[in-house]
């Protein structure tokens, strides 16, 4: 069964800081790993990553996949308060495009 | 306007009740899912629907039954409730294709038993 693992389960930082999450997997046949931020309601995507090497940024995030140590990292720089939320790491893995396995998430909390 | 919409937001029932989520999008896309998010945030799929054919099926009891009348549309009925039903149903879609592609979440249904 495919896993996804995300590290650490929880983070608390102060405004201006960088965080760096962990997402970690185990998978059969990998096809796209995804980000998503949740706050008190639905989770809002924010990257799809599919190939090595190749930075995704949005602003003050930015996530890279590394397929050969099976891992993801997803950076914000200079934290605001707004960033407070659950980030989730999922994964479509095997044959089926259908099925998004997600990892249980890193609850960041921003301080004033 | 929403993409993914479901209703209702809430839903407070007791153990022995039936109850149905309803779920709509209005984004094209072909497939459809049900995940279900514990306490702990965690988010598991429960099923997933490709143009109204049933495709995933996660080990869910049969107590629930989804329904697709088309593309646009998948409903979720729960019979005889429990208390480990309590959580939040989130419904979804997505445009298949080779890679995936990112899942569109509607705002959740609580769903709590009592």
């Known amino acids: 069964e495919d896993k996804v693992v995300q590290s650490p389960l929880s983070l608390v930082v102060h405004e201006g800081d960088t965080v760096t999450l962990n997402c970690s997997y185990e998978?059969?046949?990998?096809?796209?790993l995804l980000w998503y931020k949740q706050e008190k309601k639905a989770p809002t995507f924010l990257f799809m990553l599919?190939?090595?090497?190749i930075e995704k940024k949005s602003g003050r995030l930015s996530s890279i996949l590394d397929k050969k140590e099976l891992f993801s990292i997803l950076n914000i720089t200079a934290t605001q308060t707004g960033d407070s939320a659950v980030y989730l790491c999922?994964?479509?893995?095997?044959?089926?495009?259908?099925?998004?396995?997600f990892g249980k998430g890193t609850l960041l909390t921003v301080n004033p | 306007d929403t993409a993914v919409s479901q209703t209702p937001k809430y839903l407070v029932t007791q153990m022995g009740n039936d109850k149905s989520i309803k779920c709509e999008q209005n984004l094209g896309h072909d497939t459809m899912y049900w995940y279900k998010q514990d306490s702990k945030k965690f988010l598991k799929i429960m099923f997933s629907?490709?143009?109204?054919?049933?495709?995933i099926n996660e080990t869910v009891p049969n107590r629930f039954s989804p329904k697709s009348p088309d593309k646009a549309h998948l409903n979720l009925h729960i019979n005889s409730l429990e208390l480990g039903d309590s959580a939040v149903y989130f419904c979804?879609?997505?445009?298949?294709?080779?890679?995936?592609?990112?899942?569109?979440f509607g705002n959740g249904t609580r769903l709590t038993v009592t």
């Open positions: 998978v059969t046949n990998f096809r796209s």
């Open positions: 599919t190939s090595s090497g």
């Open positions: 629907y490709n143009n109204k054919e049933l495709i």
């Open positions: 999922a994964l479509y893995s095997g044959g089926s495009n259908y099925k998004l396995t």
């Open positions: 979804a879609s997505s445009q298949a294709g080779t890679g995936g592609s990112p899942l569109h």
